[in-house]
């Protein structure tokens, strides 16, 4: 399932006979002012106005992300404390090209359909709660992911998670009102041009940019997921979230199948509202290959799970948010 636990309604799937006749879709990004706009668009759409949206203008302070030592990302140990929002002023690290990593150390093997908490280890530290308000129990509204990039600052959600940024943080690694990776203010929202125009389910995915901890960036601390686009209708797929009435992420292992032209599914019981955005994570090869979203926005059903699939249209996005 996996709405957020502030949107609500059911979506219908876009009918095979138009979706099959989209077009590779252009990318556009312009940024002035601190506000960035991206338009990703099929020839065969009439072109709209893109929508800008852009991080509040007043930032907050910032706490030294101290993620503990990991094949990922060697740091200090983390503390127990929580962490408060992060820098206010994003520093412009140099860009480099997208890292190629390994997949991380895998969970212990677990029988398929089954959900369970998430064990603590590199993979499931790059999945966070997005919160609305101070990190602590009953704030967090969403799940995230780090997902590998050139300049190593974005996650990935769904779109239906949030339309904008004020006051939205992202806690990798939560555990029982812990911050112990630190809490990253999301500066930019990025969406396909179908979500934005009229909430296409086939496009319910999303690029969040967080602002750097102390000068370091997010996947500099944590390391992050490639993206995958050429997954197996039927790979067998990890799947993570965090229920808005817990406060431990979830995972549960089970084969995916196709919902329709565009639609990945996979059956996991008790994956509630909460655990929207939650990525579903190749076991072959680490690549994120979908988010908890699309078709009714997740699902009417706690035990079954959607995502949009995830082709040129999401690879696009990520590679205008940089």
Request: net charge negative; charged share 15%.
């Amino acid at each position: 399932m996996g709405r957020n636990t502030s949107q609500d309604g059911h979506r219908p799937l876009r009918s095979a006979a138009l979706t099959s006749v989209l077009a590779v879709g252009v990318v556009g990004a312009i940024a002035t002012a601190g506000v960035l706009t991206v338009q990703l668009r099929d020839p065969g759409r009439p072109r709209t106005r893109p929508v800008a949206l852009a991080a509040p203008a007043t930032p907050s302070s910032t706490p030294t992300p101290t993620p503990s030592s990991t094949p990922a990302a060697p740091a200090p140990a983390p503390t127990s404390a929580p962490a408060s929002a992060p820098a206010a002023v994003r520093q412009d690290d140099p860009v480099t090209a997208p890292t190629l990593q390994a997949p991380p150390s895998a969970p212990p093997d677990a029988v398929p359909g089954t959900t369970a908490t998430a064990p603590d280890n590199a993979e499931s530290r790059r999945v966070g709660a997005l919160f609305a308000g101070p990190t602590g129990p009953g704030n967090h509204f969403c799940t995230a992911s780090v997902i590998d990039s050139p300049g190593r600052n974005l996650i990935l959600t769904a779109a239906h998670c949030l339309s904008d940024t004020a006051g939205t943080t992202f806690v990798p690694g939560y555990r029982d009102g812990r911050a112990p990776y630190g809490s990253w203010r999301v500066t930019k929202v990025y969406t396909a041009d179908g979500w934005r125009n009229g909430g296409d389910p086939d496009e319910d995915f999303a690029v969040l940019a967080v602002a750097p901890n102390d000068g370091q960036q997010i996947e500099d601390a944590l390391g992050g997921n490639p993206l995958g686009t050429a997954a197996s209708w039927t790979a067998e797929a990890r799947l993570y979230g965090y229920p808005a009435g817990s406060e431990l992420p979830i995972l549960c292992t089970n084969t995916t199948s196709r919902q329709g032209t565009y639609q990945r599914r996979i059956d996991c019981p008790s994956f509630p509202g909460g655990t929207s955005g939650g990525p579903f994570v190749d076991t072959a090869t680490g690549q994120v290959i979908g988010v908890i979203g699309g078709y009714q926005q997740g699902g009417d059903s706690d035990d079954t799970s959607y995502s949009a699939a995830f082709d040129h249209t999401v690879a696009e996005l990520l590679a205008a948010a940089g």
